[in-house]
């Protein structure tokens, strides 16, 4: 065996992701809000003057991807770490490369660091001089907000950019790439029935990393017919992501999913459960019911039992964390919860009261007051003594805080149920206004 088939047998060892990595951003699947023509990032890398930075979002949406094609973009060293695995001494050890590199030649380096999240203060603190010196370009990679699992002197020293899923339409069209590409399976005399590529781009929720990981184990363990060709079904495709095709058309799907929506909003935790799991059962990846079920904690109970939106979100990280079954339980407990919390849509109406307004009111007249002291003329760092300090009058004070235009606006009015009648109490005794002139709206029955 010589080198070039060492080589050779390396690179078909590599997973089909690998692979079908981008080397350039004409070629980058997703993200279309941070990478399209004019966007900044986009234009950064073009000028090559792009600062440290954050990529945080879900797994298999393109992070690492991107991160290396900047550093083959802007010509730059690339060093990757991942947070698990490295120490100290590793950072010190690409910080002193980093250094070297730009003292003898000029070049800048890029370290991606994958996992970030798991920095904890010791290795960060090791790695701050040099992305203040800007001896290093850092690009950290996490699944986790960064603004709450990572040191904040990193976090304030880069731009953070959030990824989003990819959309089922990219990874359709990503699978269909692969299959006929050079690199990824031309090799293989395959076919795909198009429900089976909808299966698996359904089924990987936005990660492209686990679909092409199921088209290639769907590919490489179909048997070939006599002439050597490989028909990969529908059931090939189940097995292979190892979840069944949904047991309804997508219109009995929507209708489910509604159906779940307005059980909750009718606080009828029997049938809220019923729908959540016929839709389990149908093939609905869980997650997808728990997303729904956060968003309802606030849309429909909201401020008259804040601890709805806790419960939700924590059935949702307690799935994420345990998967199934034992993630169903926590899942369980919040439907319910949710179902049988009093009822408020106050926050959606306050919500859409100050969207309308930001729209409409374009005087953004703040109070003098309420500016920011540590600059401007005179005037204004005269007028910030008249700031009314809430703490030392008890707590709370009659202060304008709205722009004048707006001043006697009143976007969040409490229904007076649950929790909201403590929240009306209070309005009542400091005297705050407690209703809009409109009156109270009703939402739209859809």
Same mark, same amino acid.
């Given at each position: 065996?010589?080198?070039?088939?060492?080589?050779?047998?390396?690179?078909?060892?590599?997973?089909l992701a690998d692979k079908m990595r981008p080397n350039n951003l004409d070629e980058f699947i997703g993200q279309e809000h941070l990478v399209s023509e004019n966007s900044l990032l986009r234009r950064a890398i073009r000028l090559d003057r792009l600062g440290s930075c954050i990529f945080w979002g879900p797994p298999g949406c393109g992070k690492t991807t991107l991160a290396n094609i900047i550093a083959a973009t802007t010509h730059g060293n690339f060093i990757k770490l991942n947070a698990v695995q490295s120490g100290v001494a590793d950072v010190k050890k690409a910080v002193e490369d980093a250094r070297n590199s730009l003292k003898m030649y000029g070049k800048k380096t890029y370290l991606l660091l994958d996992e970030?999240?798991?920095?904890?203060?010791?290795?960060?603190?090791?790695?701050?001089?040099?992305?203040?010196?800007?001896?290093?370009?850092?690009?950290?990679?996490?699944?986790?907000?960064?603004?709450?699992?990572?040191?904040?002197?990193?976090?304030?020293?880069?731009?953070?950019?959030?990824?989003?899923?990819?959309?089922?339409?990219?990874?359709?069209?990503?699978?269909?790439?692969?299959?006929?590409?050079?690199?990824?399976?031309?090799?293989?005399?395959?076919?795909?029935?198009?429900?089976?590529?909808?299966?698996?781009?359904?089924?990987?929720?936005?990660?492209?990393?686990?679909?092409?990981?199921?088209?290639?184990?769907?590919?490489?363990?179909?048997?070939?017919?006599?002439?050597?060709?490989?028909?990969?079904?529908?059931?090939?495709?189940?097995?292979?992501?190892?979840?069944?095709?949904?047991?309804?058309?997508?219109?009995?799907?929507?209708?489910?999913?509604?159906?779940?929506?307005?059980?909750?909003?009718?606080?009828?935790?029997?049938?809220?459960?019923?729908?959540?799991?016929?839709?389990?059962?149908?093939?609905?990846?869980? *997650?997808? /019911?728990?997303? +729904?079920?956060?968003?309802?904690? &606030?849309? @429909?109970? !909201?401020?008259?039992?804040?601890?709805?939106?806790?419960?939700?979100?924590?059935?949702?990280?307690?799935?994420?964390?345990?998967?199934?079954?034992?993630?169903?339980?926590?899942?369980?407990?919040?439907?319910?919860?949710?179902?049988?919390?009093?009822?408020?849509?106050?926050?959606?109406?306050?919500?859409?009261?100050?969207?309308?307004?930001?729209?409409?009111?374009?005087?953004?007249?703040?109070?003098?007051?309420?500016?920011?002291?540590?600059?401007?003329?005179?005037?204004?760092?005269?007028?910030?003594?008249?700031?009314?300090?809430?703490?030392?009058?008890?707590?709370?004070?009659?202060?304008?805080?709205?722009?004048?235009?707006?001043?006697?606006?009143?976007?969040?009015?409490?229904?007076?149920?649950?929790?909201?009648?403590?929240? *009306?109490? /209070?309005?009542? +005794?400091?005297?705050?206004?407690? &209703?809009? @002139?409109? !009156?109270?709206?009703?939402?739209?029955?859809?």
């Amino acid at each position: 065996m010589d080198l070039f088939d060492l080589n050779n047998n390396e690179y078909e060892a590599k997973p089909l992701a690998d692979k079908m990595r981008p080397n350039n951003l004409d070629e980058f699947i997703g993200q279309e809000h941070l990478v399209s023509e004019n966007s900044l990032l986009r234009r950064a890398i073009r000028l090559d003057r792009l600062g440290s930075c954050i990529f945080w979002g879900p797994p298999g949406c393109g992070k690492t991807t991107l991160a290396n094609i900047i550093a083959a973009t802007t010509h730059g060293n690339f060093i990757k770490l991942n947070a698990v695995q490295s120490g100290v001494a590793d950072v010190k050890k690409a910080v002193e490369d980093a250094r070297n590199s730009l003292k003898m030649y000029g070049k800048k380096t890029y370290l991606l660091l994958d996992e970030c999240h798991r920095f904890n203060k010791t290795q960060s603190d090791s790695l701050l001089p040099a992305i203040e010196q800007g001896t290093i370009i850092f690009i950290g990679s996490t699944t986790e907000n960064p603004f709450a699992s990572m040191t904040p002197a990193i976090v304030s020293r880069c731009r953070v950019f959030e990824f989003r899923r990819l959309t089922e339409k990219d990874i359709l069209a990503a699978l269909k790439k692969a299959l006929v590409s050079r690199k990824g399976l031309s090799a293989y005399d395959a076919e795909v029935d198009e429900e089976a590529y909808e299966h698996i781009a359904r089924m990987s929720g936005g990660d492209l990393r686990m679909a092409y990981n199921a088209l290639e184990l769907a590919v490489l363990t179909t048997p070939a017919n006599s002439a050597g060709h490989i028909h990969v079904t529908l059931s090939d495709a189940e097995q292979s992501i190892q979840r069944k095709a949904l047991s309804f058309n997508e219109d009995t799907y929507y209708d489910m999913l509604s159906a779940f929506c307005k059980s909750l909003r009718g606080s009828d935790a029997n049938a809220a459960l019923y729908y959540a799991f016929r839709l389990i059962e149908g093939g609905c990846d869980p *997650l997808n /019911i728990l997303r +729904r079920l956060v968003v309802h904690s &606030s849309e @429909d109970v !909201g401020m008259a039992d804040p601890n709805a939106l806790v419960v939700a979100t924590s059935a949702l990280y307690a799935y994420e964390k345990l998967g199934t079954p034992e993630g169903l339980i926590p899942m369980s407990n919040a439907i319910v919860y949710v179902c049988e919390a009093e009822k408020s849509n106050s926050i959606v109406l306050a919500m859409d009261k100050a969207k309308q307004a930001v729209r409409e009111v374009r005087d953004d007249n703040i109070p003098l007051y309420l500016c920011d002291n540590s600059y401007g003329d005179k005037q204004m760092k005269a007028q910030s003594k008249n700031y009314k300090y809430p703490h030392n009058y008890g707590g709370w004070v009659q202060q304008q805080y709205l722009p004048d235009s707006l001043k006697d606006a009143v976007f969040y009015v409490p229904q007076g149920k649950g929790y909201e009648k403590t929240v *009306l109490e /209070i309005r009542k +005794r400091k005297g705050i206004p407690v &209703s809009s @002139d409109a !009156g109270p709206e009703k939402g739209e029955d859809k």
